[in-house]
């Protein structure tokens, strides 16, 4: 079975532009989390989606957004973006809400 | 709320070495334990995982024990290898939410 998949795996974007990042869970997966990691805040919860509604959400700006299709894809949205929204950008699936995730392998986002 | 606290980092080892890293948690209900290694330039990939008290989770030479008097969920192995140098994240979920450590890093020297 395919593992989550993340794309794109790097990109690099200016400040006040918007970016789109795109994670396809693994097959059969319904839930689908957002994780934002950096060497300073280590990993944060970002957004999680079940059956195309967001169930979770942490403590990020609006500018941050987030959508399920019908077939599990996910992506999320930075908008507005600033420096220190530089990290990698990981994407976990499970079968459902509660269970075990699973994990891509990230999407560097680097802002100059 | 709730939370998970992991022993700080780096950690280093030699080859063959016993390993333990600490992790302790809060949590209000009944929750899921789990370990997370990432290498470096990957994403997380599930370790073990313990869903109620006095399980042991166990996987590749690893180990860990759902301790609910303690509230802790250590890390051991055996012997350890070159090859288990990563970073090492325990988690829990409670009420469908996952809670992450800080992440402990492990050095081994051959």
């Known amino acids: 079975k395919a593992g989550v998949t993340q794309t794109p795996r790097y990109l690099i974007k200016t400040r006040g532009q918007q970016v789109t990042l795109s994670c396809s869970p693994i097959s059969g997966h319904r839930s689908v989390s957002w994780y934002q990691q950096t060497p300073g805040q280590g990993l944060q919860f970002l957004f999680e989606y079940f059956s195309e509604t967001q169930r979770n959400k942490g403590n990020f700006p609006g500018r941050f957004s987030g959508r399920q299709f019908s077939n599990s894809r996910s992506e999320m949205n930075v908008s507005t973006l600033e420096l220190g929204d530089s990290a990698l950008y990981l994407c976990a699936s499970s079968v459902r809400q509660g269970y075990e995730q699973y994990f891509g392998p990230g999407t560097r986002l680097t802002v100059t | ?110």
């Open chain 2, 1 to 110: 709320g709730d939370s998970v606290t992991q022993m700080e980092g780096p950690v280093t080892l030699s080859e063959e070495a016993f390993l333990t890293i600490n992790c302790t948690y809060t949590a209000t209900g009944y929750p899921s334990l789990f370990w997370y290694v990432q290498y470096p330039g990957e994403g997380l990939q599930l370790l073990l995982k313990a869903t109620k008290a006095d399980d042991k989770g166990s996987n590749k030479g690893f180990e860990a024990t759902y301790r609910k008097e303690t509230t802790s969920f250590h890390l051991e192995k055996g012997s350890v290898q070159v090859s288990d140098s990563a970073v090492y994240f325990c988690a829990l979920n409670d009420f469908n939410k996952f809670y992450f450590g800080s992440g402990t890093k492990l050095n081994v020297k051959p």
